[in-house]
């Protein structure tokens, strides 16, 4: 089974109200992982089959590894070899698709067990390890490197942030300081991002790096609103060129909307409540539609997502009562 291996503090035009029946997508999702909880592999591989299904036959690399996980646990063969030559012939949404890690977890996962024994195993390790050999072979290991070091001091600083505001909670004398020191170590990683830009243009995973590309988008992510406008054609170009995640495109055009008091599309960006000091969902738009937005770039679903990285139990009917004043304090109208 697959998890991610590292965290981070983190176009389609999409019309979303053109779903008129509610998106089951991570309900499958959510079932198929209690169900494997439960080893009852086969039902796990039936609820993936129905996730996928939900968006075309096609997911994340993560979410077609555990079907094939579950496939090969319930001994059912041709369905496990299925989602693993989908990951292999990259047919997915892209997203965290390192072939380090895919090679590295698919020779010493136990829940292959079943299918090691099948002629088709030896044929998919070998794809998976040349995948792997044709990926190292390409990366610049000396650029790679100095944005390793930028992202860990972006990450490192941040860190501490997140730590000090769960001990002293919102806008304590301590978080102000150490924000002041993050602006300032901001400036410096965007001016050496901006030579690298200028050097070598947007580099993409294949060249620098799952990580690395990570941290070169997070860079871009925590500069201020006109640098992030002066970079997004460039960043929307690269998007095409397949060197930027869908995720961080969604991701970017949020924070930039937010900061032009405009809806957000993909419920990505929180504000601090000047009142409650607590954090609240900056307006999304349409958001009945939001997570099957979110599914399509492959992020996980909104209730997930606030748990994970807010603690808030999310509730989408009170979302939508409390839309309206959440408009009006935060959007523009001019500019909607």
């Not at 998106?23 to 039902?43: C, E, G, M, S, V």
């Not at 129905?50 to 979410?63: C, H, W």
């Not at 993409?204 to 790096?209: F, L, Q, S, V």
């Not at 460039?234 to 095409?240: P, T």
Request: charged fraction near 30%.
């Amino acid at each position: 089974m697959k998890t991610l291996l590292f965290a981070l503090l983190i176009l389609f035009a999409i019309n979303s109200g053109m779903y008129a029946q509610k998106l089951q997508y991570f309900q499958h999702l959510n079932n198929a992982l209690q169900l494997y909880q439960d080893k009852r592999y086969a039902d796990a591989g039936k609820a993936f089959d129905l996730a996928i299904a939900e968006l075309g036959g096609v997911t994340t690399q993560t979410n077609f590894y555990n079907a094939a996980c579950a496939w090969s646990l319930a001994d059912e063969r041709d369905k496990s070899f299925f989602y693993l030559q989908k990951i292999l012939n990259g047919k997915m949404i892209k997203g965290w698709d390192d072939p380090v890690e895919f090679y590295d977890m698919l020779i010493k996962d136990v829940d292959f067990k079943n299918i090691k024994s099948d002629k088709r195993w030896v044929t998919t390790v070998k794809k998976a390890e040349r995948k792997k050999d044709n990926f190292l072979k390409r990366l610049d290991k000396g650029i790679a490197i100095r944005i390793e070091r930028m992202g860990e001091a972006d990450q490192d600083i941040r860190t501490k942030l997140d730590s000090l505001r769960k001990k002293d909670g919102l806008n304590s004398s301590a978080e102000r300081k150490i924000i002041k020191v993050m602006r300032q170590q901001d400036s410096t990683n965007f001016a050496a991002f901006e030579e690298i830009i200028k050097k070598f243009g947007w580099l993409g995973p294949e060249e620098i790096g799952y990580k690395n590309n990570q941290y070169l988008f997070l860079i871009l992510q925590h500069a201020d609103l006109e640098n992030q406008q002066k970079y997004l054609p460039l960043f929307r170009k690269s998007f095409q060129a397949g060197k930027v995640l869908p995720k961080d495109l969604a991701y970017l055009e949020d924070r930039i909307n937010m900061r032009l008091k405009k809806m957000q599309q993909y419920g990505s960006q929180t504000i601090i409540n000047n009142i409650s000091k607590k954090y609240v969902l900056y307006p999304v738009d349409d958001v009945d539609g939001v997570d099957h937005r979110r599914a399509m770039v492959g992020l996980e679903s909104l209730k997930s997502y606030m748990k994970s990285s807010f603690n808030i139990d999310f509730d989408i009917e009170q979302y939508k009562r409390e839309l309206p004043k959440l408009i009006e304090l935060y959007i523009d109208q001019k500019n909607n």
